[in-house]
Structures are given as C-alpha cells and as structure tokens.
C-alpha cells in the first residue's frame, strides 16, 4: 500500500459553540487529529464564501464550518445564514469536480466535547477517502 | 382583460413606429422622460439615451441589434431617488429581469417609473455589431430586422445573434408595464401593446390608442420560440459543463483572463458598491509571490484569477439574469455568458429561484427558513 495520505481540513468554528467544544475535549484529554485547522470565527453567519472559495484553492482538501445547534446562535440566525451560504457553495463547487463532501456543515454545542472529537476523527477519515483536493497538484489559485 | 392596442407599423419601419409611440408617451403628461436606445445622427453607435424633449427622439433605436450595456444599471441611476418625474424605460426583457433584482437590493425603484418592454429579437455581440455597423450605418437596424424575427434568426449576414441571446428563454417582457409584442406579428402591417399592470392600464388609456384584442398569433409564437431556444439552452449547458467539470479545465477556460475585472464592471447584477477585488486585500506583497510560486515552484501570473471568478459566482449567480454582458466585454473573448448561464441554473434551481422574476420574491441569501437544507448538515452521510 502506498502512504497514507494526510489531508490538511480548515475548520471554521464558532466562538460560542464548537471552539469551546474542542477547549473542552482539550482540558478533557480528547485528542482530535493534527489535519484540523481551527480557525475561529465569532459566528458562522461571518464565514464569506470567499473563505471557503479561497481555502480550497489554496490547496485545502476539506473545509468545515461548525457552528451552535439552531436557537442556540448568539447573533440570534447566523447558522441559518450560514447553512444557504453552504447551500450555494455545494451547489457550485462540484460542478468543477470539488466534491460535495470535501464541504460540510456541523452544528456542535459548548458542552459537546466527544462530539467535537469524534466528529473531527470522521471527517478525517472520509477527506482521507476522497482524497488530495484536485486543486492542490496545480496551484491554481 | 387587459387592455391592448394595435399600432400599425409606418412605411415598414418598426423602430420608427415604436419611437412614434414613445414620443406620444413623452408628450403626454404622463411622462417627465424616456431612456431609450438611440443612434445620433451621422454615427454609427447605439446607446441609451435619455430624453426630456420629443423632438430628440428622432433617432431612437428601440430594437436595434446594440447591447452596448445592459440599460438595468443606468435605471437604476435614475430612480434611486425621486428624479421628480416619471420615467418611461424602454428596456429589454433581460434588462427588466436585472432591474427587478437590482430593486431588490435597494439600488432602484419602480416608484417614478414607467418600464415598456419589447420582445427581443436578441442582440449582436459588441465585435459583431460594430463591423455591421460600420457596414450599414444608419440602416443597420433595418438590415438586421429584416431577419431577427423569421424562425432561424440568420439576419442577411448570417449573423448569428449573441451566444447568451441563443440560450435565452425568457424573451417576452415580464414585469413591464407595457408589453410591446413582436413575436408572430412581425413581419406584417401592425405590432401589439399590451398593459400588464395597474399602472400601464391608466397610461395606455390616457394615450387614447382604440382598444384591440391581443391576437393570439403573438402567444403561440412566442411558445415556439421558447421551446427552441431552451433546446438551444440546454445543448449550451451540457458542452459548457463539459469544458469545465475540473479544476484543471477550469482553469483552461480561464487562461487567457487578464483579471481586467470588465466582466465585473459590465454586469448589471454585481452589486457591490466597491468590489473586494479591487481593494488593497489584493495588493499582495512581493513575498506572498514568492511564497505562492515556492510551494509548487511557479504560480501563473496574474493571480487570484479563479478566486476572482469563483467569488463572482456565489455572490451573484442566484441573480444572473442571463444578458450576456459580460461576454461583450471580455478582451479574451473568454465565452463568459455560457458558464454563468450554466452556473446560474443550478444555483437558482438550487434555491427554487428565477433571477429577475418577480419583485416580491426576496433574494436568496438574503432569507432562510428554520427547518430546510437539513440534508447537508452533519458528516454521517458518509462520504
Ligand atoms: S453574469 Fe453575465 S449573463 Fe449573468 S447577469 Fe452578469 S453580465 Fe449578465
Ligand atoms: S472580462 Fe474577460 S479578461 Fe477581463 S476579468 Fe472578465 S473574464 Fe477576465
Ligand atoms: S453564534 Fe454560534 S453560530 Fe452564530
């Protein structure tokens, strides 16, 4: 078998919601893959598509955005705002081969912290399925 | 039910009839202004125009075969406040759509306007029109008339009427006050116009044509034409997924852009007041060159070229419109409308939308409802 490939996955997280998640499976000793790249963001409704357009022709294989669990949106429906932005990129994106899945969507609470490791592992595990981003071997950007 | 007039059309001039008919409308007290397509005298070029007094509508062009730009833009100039009298706007079908979505967006309003829409015979490439132009001058027009509403459209020249005009299924004026029918009626001795609101009702009146039955000819015609062309449409589709359904091709199709924005600055929907893309964020500093090159050992220059068009794509896809425009303005002859065009369906489809349709019917990244999309959140839907 050849090498095991090590997708690199940006995820933007909300401040509120999943990055306290993933600050309690730390103080919790949960360990989530090195693939991930937090950024965090103070609401999902802030995450431009342009983030995510961008992120992917930098050569990222995945892109999450995770957020609190609908009601639970400090800036009262920024989730909401967020899921027709992602919506629009699922839309687009696989008509130029970038896979549905290489783009998700989670809602993860403050207080889930397995939930918030265990989803970081999955999602690993299905990028590495699919594979490098077919626009990582060309930069294009 | 609503109401309709007969004009008959004078000497076979249909431009001139129709800017007869306009120039009633600028005479009567109904009306402050018109915009309309207009070619001065001795010149070659049609522009929109727009008028406060009758006798300079000599020279008005309502169907000529310019598309210069898409006339959305320029109403939309005109009405964002009270410019203190009502404008009449003889717009085509895929300008009344851009309209719509610009009023939307707060950047127009229907409050001091009076849009008279005519069916589209379709339009020239800007490359086309103006070798036909200079060919034909001032009968131009006329030439390209002779054909545009015979059922393959080849005008004399066998000129072939812009890419996106071909692939347009919404050729008859939705949303116009007026509707100014052409289809089935033309050639022949008479067009029709036909109130489709409140407001075009009280004009049509007051302008006291006799009132006439909309002839049936018209619809049927423009259902046949329809039917072609979404044929048409949808083989433009399929061939313009093909050339694009990778990265890599992708980038092909782009690889002569110049990032000269002109696409950007010519669509009537690219709403942004300032465009990222020409702010400093992209002023990158001469390191992030070497850094971008460093990681596969060279970059293609200009940069940021499908970054540029992908943005383009979710910010306005859900409100292309379909005109064309920013084909006719690409130095690369990139073929821009096909991919926005294909592009725009899915988005619209995606959001149960139609750009342009209906002023009421919000924007669909402006609204959400609680309780849909809920198929693409989670990650258990394996991969
Ligand atoms: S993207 Fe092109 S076809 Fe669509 S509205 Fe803009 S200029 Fe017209
Ligand atoms: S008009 Fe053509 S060359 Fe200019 S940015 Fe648009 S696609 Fe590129
Ligand atoms: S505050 Fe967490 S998604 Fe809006």
């Known amino acids: 078998m050849e090498e095991q490939f090590d997708p690199v996955i940006v995820a933007f997280v909300c401040n509120w919601c999943t990055y306290t998640a993933s600050d309690l499976a730390g103080t919790s000793r949960l360990g989530y893959p090195k693939n991930i790249r937090l950024i965090r963001v103070m609401c999902t409704g802030m995450v431009d598509t342009q983030y995510i357009i961008k992120a992917f022709l930098e050569g990222v294989d995945g892109v999450l955005v995770s957020g609190c669990h609908p009601g639970d949106c400090h800036y009262i429906n920024g989730n909401f705002k967020a899921r027709r932005r992602m919506k629009l990129l699922k839309t687009i994106l696989p008509q130029f081969g970038i896979e549905e899945n290489r783009l998700r969507l989670t809602w993860i609470g403050a207080s889930d912290g397995i939930a918030f490791a265990e989803t970081m592992q999955r999602l690993v595990d299905q990028i590495r399925e699919l594979g490098p981003n077919p626009a990582r071997a060309q930069q294009i950007i | ?383």
């Open chain 2, 1 to 383: 039910m609503s109401r309709t007039a007969d004009i008959n059309i004078k000497d076979n001039h249909i431009g001139e009839t129709i800017g007869q008919f306009l120039k009633k409308i600028l005479e009567s007290d109904e009306v402050a202004a018109v915009l309309t397509p207009h070619r001065p005298a001795e010149k070659d070029m049609i522009m929109p125009r727009f008028i406060t007094d009758p006798e300079h509508l000599q020279g008005a062009e309502p169907l000529s075969p310019a598309f210069a730009v898409n006339s959305a833009r320029l109403v939309s100039r005109l009405t964002r406040q009270s410019p203190g009298g009502t404008i009449a706007a003889l717009l085509r079908p895929c300008e009344i759509r851009a309209f719509v979505e610009l009023v939307k967006l707060n950047q127009g309003s229907t409050e001091n306007l009076i849009i008279i829409g005519t069916d589209c015979p379709g339009a020239l490439q800007n490359a086309d029109f103006f070798a036909f132009a200079e060919k034909h001058g001032d009968k131009a027009t006329a030439r390209f008339l002779e054909t545009a509403f015979s059922d393959d459209q080849a005008s004399a020249e066998d000129l072939q009427i812009a890419p996106a005009c071909r692939a347009c299924t919404q050729p008859t004026p939705e949303g116009a006050d007026l509707a100014i029918g052409l289809f089935g009626l033309q050639p022949g001795p008479k067009i029709q116009v036909y109130a489709q609101t409140e407001r075009g009702e009280v004009l049509l009146e007051k302008l006291g044509l006799e009132e006439a039955q909309a002839d049936e000819k018209h619809q049927s015609a423009a259902e046949d034409l329809i039917s072609r062309r979404s044929q048409a449409r949808q083989e433009m589709i399929e061939q313009t997924r093909a050339a694009t359904d990778t990265m890599e091709k992708l980038a092909d199709y782009f690889s002569r852009c110049i990032n000269c924005y002109n696409c950007r600055t010519a669509c009537p929907v690219c709403y942004c007041r300032e465009c990222v893309f020409a702010t400093d964020v992209f002023d990158h500093e001469p390191v992030q060159y070497m850094k971008w090159a460093g990681r596969r050992g060279s970059v293609k220059m200009p940069t940021d070229t499908l970054f540029f068009h992908l943005t383009r794509m979710a910010h306005i896809s859900t409100a292309c419109v379909g005109c064309g425009q920013c084909a006719n303005v690409c130095p690369s002859n990139i073929p821009l409308a096909e991919l926005f065009i294909s592009v725009a369906e899915q988005t619209q489809s995606a959001f149960s939308y139609q750009a342009g349709k209906s002023i009421d019917e919000q924007p669909p990244l402006a609204v959400f409802q609680e309780d849909e999309f809920q198929e693409i959140v989670g990650i258990e839907n394996g991969s």
